[in-house]
């Protein structure tokens, strides 16, 4: 569908009046998007000041332009139509949201936010709202669209026109829910302004991005924001985490559901087996028994927060115990892969050093024999949680394997040395860079009874290395390592 709106209408958002008869035809932050007919949108990054790229904006066809009226004396002498706004960045969703209709009054939709979990959560709700029966689609870190379609977008939650456009083409196409991962980053610049939630969740807060936020509590400031200064009909949270028990206090909401311990409905007799979980799910006058084929203790609270939000929907318990059995992980999301007589291998997303301890606790529970760990730590990021990570994956694993994971433009040796001054057991533990050789390594030295748990890129399909951006994926690595062989299970542990 094409979209277009006055000028002067757009630029009502701002409070800028005379904006002006010309039809705008689009919206764009990147200059090299332009086209004729589109409004330059010239704000200012944290590495990168739109206001450099004005000329080329105009030169591609841009009608007008909004910059950013910070340090700037003077208004920009410009060819065409030119308005200064404070803050820019935090405005942009609002004047995407009114060039595409307003398309998120029109879905019901789900924000996810927190460390870890966010892709997962989604992912679980989005396949509930299929089995009831409803088209629903979701936008996060593994793609836009439908969870057996995904479109790759490339971050966790896009810029704030591709988010409002992509809310507006899943609204033409008759979606009626869909689940947003929402980053920090994302509630710090703004990308989610203008957006209408129908119910915001929180997952858990650990140690992540310090890089940006600098410290957690500024780093909580940030998440926080998704419950304060966004109001949703629906908040659920998560009561096991010291931040999810700060939401209540802060949630603008008149319906909030806490799940976990210390909830309205946390998990109870867990049975954790090679072919799925088992729980009792209880609390405020509940009490039933569910069974997934999903895997790992790090599932749990996962699963407590899908069956908090159905039940504040009023889904009937039946129903939600039959969509517990049809679930599947997302993409790279403690994905168990095996064949006869060979370890079985666990590939995550885990990459922080609490998403790290709880994914091999997790698997431990499923690992008969010796626990591997193959992971590394990005580079040109957070620092100071390598030597962490280092010493969660030597404390809980028997082998430790530290190789490449997105070096980018980092000296690979340096990155694995400094996640090798955590690790205490170093006669268990070696460095190989290459990851597909680390992978391999692996899998030909494990015994058939072990796991090997490949952390870090989860469902990513390249590796950045200073400025190669080279094709691989630890799935589908692992899946050719296992074809190789009679007999294969893919998904699954015979």
């Not at 992509?166 to 008759?174: F, I, K, N, Q, V």
């Not at 400031?221 to 802060?250: H, M, P």
């Not at 997105?406 to 955590?422: K, V």
Request: aromatic share 8%.
């Amino acid at each position: 569908m094409t979209y277009s709106v006055r000028l002067a209408d757009l630029l009502s958002v701002f409070a800028i009046e005379n904006g002006g008869e010309q039809t705008v035809s689009g919206l764009a932050l990147d200059s090299r998007k332009v086209k004729p007919g589109y409004v330059f949108f010239a704000c200012k990054g944290t590495e990168v000041d739109g206001r450099q790229y004005i000329d080329a904006a105009i030169s591609a066809g841009a009608i007008a332009v909004v910059y950013e009226a910070e340090g700037v004396d003077v208004s920009l002498n410009l060819t065409v139509p030119s308005f200064a706004v404070f803050g820019l960045n935090s405005m942009v969703g609002y004047a995407a949201s009114a060039f595409y209709k307003e398309p998120s009054g029109d879905l019901q939709v789900f924000g996810v936010t927190g460390t870890n979990g966010k892709t997962t959560c989604c992912y679980l709700l989005v396949q509930a709202f299929k089995a009831m029966g409803m088209k629903a689609g979701m936008i996060g870190t593994i793609g836009v669209g439908d969870v057996d379609e995904l479109v790759k977008s490339g971050l966790t939650t896009p810029d704030p026109i591709s988010l409002q456009k992509s809310l507006a083409e899943m609204r033409d196409l008759g979606f009626t829910q869909v689940a947003i991962e929402v980053s920090s980053h994302a509630l710090d610049q703004g990308r989610v302004n203008g957006i209408n939630f129908f119910c915001t969740l929180f997952t858990n807060l650990s140690h992540d991005h310090l890089d940006y936020h600098g410290d957690m509590e500024t780093y909580w400031q940030a998440k926080q924001r998704l419950f304060s200064d966004f109001q949703s009909e629906l908040v659920v949270a998560n009561a096991a985490d010291q931040y999810g028990c700060r939401i209540i206090d802060i949630a603008n909401s008149e319906f909030i559901i806490q799940y976990g311990s210390g909830g309205d409905v946390f998990a109870d007799e867990i049975e954790l087996e090679r072919s799925g979980i088992s729980m009792t799910i209880e609390g405020n006058g509940i009490d039933f028994d569910i069974d997934t084929p999903l895997i790992g203790e790090i599932n749990v609270p996962n699963i407590e927060m899908l069956v908090a939000t159905l039940l504040a929907l009023s889904l009937p318990i039946d129903e939600i115990q039959s969509i517990l059995t049809t679930l599947r992980p997302a993409p790279g999301r403690m994905e168990l892969y095996g064949k006869t007589n060979s370890p079985s291998v666990v590939v995550d997303y885990a990459h922080t050093p609490d998403a790290l301890e709880k994914a091999l606790k997790s698997v431990r529970s499923h690992c008969v024999g010796r626990l591997w760990c193959v992971f590394g730590c990005g580079g040109d990021r957070d620092k100071a949680k390598r030597p962490l990570m280092g010493a969660a994956a030597s404390k809980l694993a028997d082998f430790l394997i530290v190789t490449n994971d997105n070096p980018r433009g980092e000296c690979p040796e340096s990155i694995a040395n400094e996640i090798m001054l955590g690790v205490s057991n170093h006669s268990q533990s070696q460095t190989i860079l290459d990851r597909a050789c680390a992978i391999e390594y692996a899998i030909q030295h494990a015994k058939p009874d072990d796991l090997i748990l490949i952390a870090g890129k989860g469902h990513e399909s390249t590796q950045t290395i200073r400025d190669q951006v080279l094709t691989f994926s630890d799935r589908e690595f692992v899946k050719a390592l296992m074809v190789q062989s009679q007999s294969p299970t893919v998904g699954g542990v015979e």
